[in-house]
């Protein structure tokens, strides 16, 4: 139906299509730069002195060091502490798969294990049509607080948020692609420099597609039910 004053024959304004509301939600979803510094550091850290100190315990504890003393500065300077946390959430998994093993490379063993599930369940959404993208729409939406599924109405929308979704399992398969055979070979030094490329850059590099895929269409917003 067309808006009041509008004629029938009118476009959609940029903020009723479906690429622009993806869009700003995605937008809403960067960290920005510190953020990635932050989820960066400790794992230098944990390169940089297990090859100085050939040690996993030191290793260890140098990147969980950093990583609250990063925690520290950010509650000092304000802003979100979620990628400090998050940081150190992973932090302590990889310490216990490394300290437990005694093997540096098992640092790493949880990352690659977590993208290869992510993966398979980024893959399972789109075939589902229920695609995550949709679901990181409606996080960022205060629209979908009381119905996070009502974007499931939006045949336009599922069909978009599909295609992007594509887009992280392609990340996902590259991550476990490049990663699986350094862990294997036991290539400390390349598994840091992989995990750093892997993460924050690559999801850059993820959402700048997912931009260029959103200029090129103007879907109209609808209500109707996927089939």
Known sequence: MAEPGRGPQAEPSAERTVENVIRARLAELLGGWYGSVETALPTVAFVVMYVVRDDVRVAVL????????????????????????????????????????????????????????????????ILGRWPVIGFLVAAADPDYAKDPTRWRRDLPLVRVCSRLTWVLVGLFAVRVAVMLPLYLAGEVVWLGVAKIALGWPAYLAAILVMGVMLSTGRTPVGAAEPD
């Open 62 to 125: 140098s990147a969980i060091g950093l990583t609250f003393i990063l925690l520290g500065v950010r509650m000092y300077v304000g802003g979100s502490v979620r990628y400090v946390l998050s940081s150190l959430a992973g932090i302590a998994i990889a310490a216990f798969f490394a300290l437990r093993s005694g093997q540096a490379e098992d640092a790493f063993l949880p990352g690659i294990i977590f993208s290869g599930a992510y993966g398979v369940l980024t893959l399972a959404s």
